[in-house]
């Protein structure tokens, strides 16, 4: 692990120096160093050296990228992943993808990418493909998490009003679990994006606070914006141009009634495709 950091500090420190050096003089960037300089330099003077930085913040702004690292990468993979599987099995909602994606990016595939670059803006304005995301989230949360408990917080059973000391403990926060309670959601196993996108009063409407694959509070996911606009430019740019088949067998093993169920893969801490999701590519014609 200190080998690692050591690694990785050095790979990213003439990063931060050069952002503090160039800071000013390039506009309309906004890397996350641009971001983490100019988050510094408000505090300090805007002429300092790049020679010369608080070791604090250059400790603070690596740890911070490690994370963005983390989370645009291995997590977003994975959903990415069970997102191909999930529209593979509900043609319907593939082809309800595609069109918007037809209305949104333009008809002409190719153009796409360029359609992108010249207008970021139109990544926002796909509800359907996030509404896709947040499903394949809910079903397939890449992670839970952990919190350590304390003296003065207590976990209340909300029927019989028991407090239960979390003192000593660390207390998991399962989210596959709790995003297919079918007292929070309704069809808690179908793949049904539509209802990310009814309003408050139907049968469908999501309970607030109850999606939770990035968690909430002062201390949820920082990648969780960066993880989502991958996902949506990955999707743009793939869905119309290749057609992802999951090619698991029919006699394999199932979880949760899903062949494609989430394992945990030595060395790693997200939930990753059992048997690595094997898939046939092809090209769109």
């Given at each position: 692990?200190?080998?690692?950091?050591?690694?990785?500090?050095?790979?990213?420190l003439?990063?931060?120096r050069?952002?503090?050096?160039?800071?000013?003089?390039?506009?309309?960037?906004?890397?996350?160093?641009?971001?983490?300089?100019?988050?510094?330099?408000?505090?300090?003077?805007?002429?300092?050296?790049?020679?010369?930085?608080?070791?604090?913040?250059?400790?603070?702004?690596i740890?911070q990228?490690?994370?963005?690292?983390?989370?645009?990468?291995?997590?977003?993979?994975?959903?990415?992943?069970?997102a191909?599987?999930?529209?593979?099995?509900?043609?319907?909602?593939?082809?309800?993808?595609?069109?918007?994606?037809?209305?949104?990016?333009?008809?002409?595939?190719?153009?796409?990418?360029?359609?992108?670059?010249?207008?970021?803006?139109?990544?926002?304005k796909?509800?359907?493909?996030?509404?896709?995301?947040?499903?394949?989230?809910?079903?397939?949360p890449?992670?839970?998490?952990?919190?350590?408990?304390?003296?003065?917080?207590?976990?209340?059973?909300p029927?019989?009003?028991?407090?239960?000391?979390?003192?000593?403990?660390?207390?998991?926060?399962?989210?596959?679990?709790?995003?297919?309670?079918?007292?929070?959601?309704?069809?808690?196993?179908?793949?049904v994006?539509?209802?990310?996108?009814?309003?408050?009063g139907?049968?469908?409407?999501?309970?607030?606070?109850?999606?939770?694959?990035?968690?909430?509070?002062?201390?949820?996911?920082?990648?969780?914006?960066l993880?989502?606009?991958?996902?949506r430019?990955?999707?743009?740019l793939?869905?119309?141009?290749?057609?992802?088949?999951?090619?698991?067998?029919?006699?394999?093993?199932?979880?949760?009634?899903?062949l494609?169920?989430?394992?945990?893969?030595?060395?790693?801490i997200?939930?990753?495709?059992?048997?690595?999701?094997?898939?046939?590519?092809?090209?769109?014609?």
């Amino acid at each position: 692990m200190w080998n690692n950091n050591r690694v990785m500090k050095n790979y990213l420190l003439p990063h931060i120096r050069r952002g503090i050096s160039e800071y000013g003089k390039i506009e309309g960037y906004k890397t996350v160093t641009n971001l983490a300089v100019k988050a510094y330099l408000k505090e300090v003077k805007p002429s300092s050296s790049a020679d010369n930085i608080d070791p604090g913040f250059i400790d603070m702004a690596i740890a911070q990228m490690k994370m963005f690292i983390f989370a645009g990468h291995d997590t977003t993979a994975g959903a990415l992943s069970f997102a191909y599987h999930l529209l593979w099995k509900n043609p319907t909602t593939l082809v309800t993808l595609r069109a918007e994606h037809d209305s949104v990016l333009g008809s002409d595939v190719a153009k796409a990418a360029a359609n992108i670059t010249a207008s970021p803006q139109l990544l926002n304005k796909l509800p359907y493909t996030s509404a896709v995301i947040k499903e394949t989230l809910r079903l397939f949360p890449p992670v839970g998490t952990v919190r350590q408990g304390r003296k003065d917080f207590f976990l209340i059973h909300p029927d019989t009003g028991i407090r239960y000391p979390t003192d000593g403990f660390m207390i998991f926060g399962c989210s596959v679990a709790e995003h297919r309670n079918a007292a929070f959601w309704p069809r808690p196993d179908d793949f049904v994006p539509e209802r990310w996108l009814v309003g408050e009063g139907d049968p469908m409407h999501v309970r607030k606070n109850a999606f939770r694959p990035f968690e909430l509070g002062p201390r949820n996911c920082i990648g969780q914006e960066l993880a989502q606009l991958e996902l949506r430019a990955i999707l743009a740019l793939t869905v119309r141009e290749l057609e992802v088949q999951s090619v698991y067998s029919e006699n394999g093993g199932r979880v949760l009634n899903e062949l494609a169920y989430q394992t945990m893969v030595p060395g790693a801490i997200t939930g990753h495709p059992s048997h690595g999701m094997p898939v046939r590519v092809k090209i769109m014609s």
